[in-house]
T-cell receptor
Framework: KNQVEQSPQSLIILEGKNCTLQ??????????LRWYKQDTGRGPVSLTI?????NTKSNGRYTATLDADTKQSSLHITASQLSDSASYIC??????????FGTGTRLLVSP | SQTIHQWPATLVQPVGSPLSLECTVE??????LYWYRQAAGRGLQLLFY??????ISSEVPQNLSASRPQDRQFILSSKKLLLSDSGFYLC????????????FGPGTRLTVT
């Protein structure tokens, strides 16, 4: 069964600190993996995308990694800001019509 | 890039009442369109997707239906709402032909009372 598991479920960090969110997937076939940021009450917005051959991708203070052998990905946030408070969703694309979504990590950045 | 419009933003409906949520897409032709539901603290659940006008695939048996009367219009409906239909509904669109990004709309918060 295709699954995407994320950890931790929720996280509280102080403003300015770094954090890393984890994503493990058992999805086949694999086309690409995206990290989305979802602000409360809003639609998700894509942060990064990685294909099978890419193992790191940066978007400003966000850096995603992918290990296709172990089927793990991480999202590292550097120098966190209050606006980083959101849910972060790991999504795997099988290349067909459907995406497989993780349940997300809820991040709260505290002043 | 695509822009996905959804309305209304919030909706409170009594049990047994009908539902119609509308989604329109700008910036691409013949997109794949999707309706998702997100329950509190849960991941996104795919409800329906459409690859063209009049073509609807249902992912889970439920009290809802979808229609695509025009290329860039996707409608989610119900004849009689249940309490369990409460949730956050998201419409998404994707350019056809490859594993392109799905762009999401702002969502509709539905509360069935």
């Amino acid at each position: 069964k295709n699954q995407v598991e994320q950890s931790p479920q929720s996280l509280i960090i102080l403003e300015g600190k770094n954090c890393t969110l984890q994503c493990n997937y058992t999805v086949s076939p694999f086309s690409n993996l995206r990290w989305y940021k979802q602000d409360t009450g809003r639609g998700p917005v894509s942060l990064t995308i990685m294909t099978f051959s890419e193992n790191t991708k940066s978007n400003g203070r966000y850096t995603a990694t992918l290990d296709a052998d172990t089927k793990q990905s991480s999202l590292h946030i550097t120098a966190s800001q209050l606006s980083d408070s959101a849910s972060y969703i790991c999504v795997v694309n099988t290349g067909f019509q459907k995406l497989v979504f993780g349940t997300g990590t809820r991040l709260l950045v505290s002043p | 890039s695509q822009t996905i419009h959804q309305w209304p933003a919030t909706l409170v409906q009594p049990v047994g009442s009908p539902l119609s949520l509308e989604c329109t897409v700008e910036g691409t032709s013949n997109p794949n369109l999707y309706w998702y539901r997100q329950a509190a603290g849960r991941g996104l659940q795919l409800l329906f997707y459409s690859v063209g006008i009049g073509q609807i695939s249902s992912e889970v048996p439920q009290n809802l239906s979808a229609s695509r009367p025009q290329d860039r219009q996707f409608i989610l409906s119900s004849k009689k709402l249940l309490l369990s239909d409460s949730g956050f509904y998201l419409c998404a669109g994707k350019q056809t032909g490859g594993p392109y990004e799905q762009y999401f709309g702002p969502g509709t918060r539905l509360t069935v009372t």
